[in-house]
Nanobody, 125 residues
């Protein structure tokens, strides 16, 4: 059984930095594309960033380009999201997801096979 567990969220101030982690168990992530999504109240879930199996290709939503960085460490089955210069509009529940096959980036939630339960990030102004 695949489990994804996010951590690192919390309440921060605008301009702060936070690093989210997503630890996977039950399957090695090395064969999967990994993504970070977020969902704010009354909004649709949206892709924030994604990374293919070997880290050679990444995707970022326009709203986070230059501020967020996705990375992965297949040896410890973990993917990260470094979030810098946080803004109140970044407030959301952040979800980790994994998708097979791992050589293709994908942006739609239905394209991902497994999901974590999410971690709340709240940015105060």
């Amino acid at each position: 059984q695949v489990q994804l567990v996010e951590s690192g969220g919390g309440l921060v101030q605008a301009g702060d930095s936070v690093r989210l982690s997503c630890a996977a168990s039950g399957r090695t992530i090395s064969n999967y594309t990994m993504g970070w999504f977020r969902q704010a109240p009354e909004k649709e879930r949206e892709l924030v960033a994604a990374i293919i199996w070997n880290g050679a290709n990444t995707y970022y939503a326009d709203a986070v380009k230059g501020r967020f960085a996705i990375s992965r460490n297949n040896a410890v089955n973990t993917v990260y999201l470094q979030m810098n210069s946080l803004k109140p509009e970044d407030t959301a529940v952040y979800y980790c997801a994994m998708r097979f096959p791992g050589h293709v980036l994908a942006s739609r939630p239905y394209e991902y096979n497994y999901w974590g339960h999410g971690t709340q990030v709240t940015v105060s102004s």
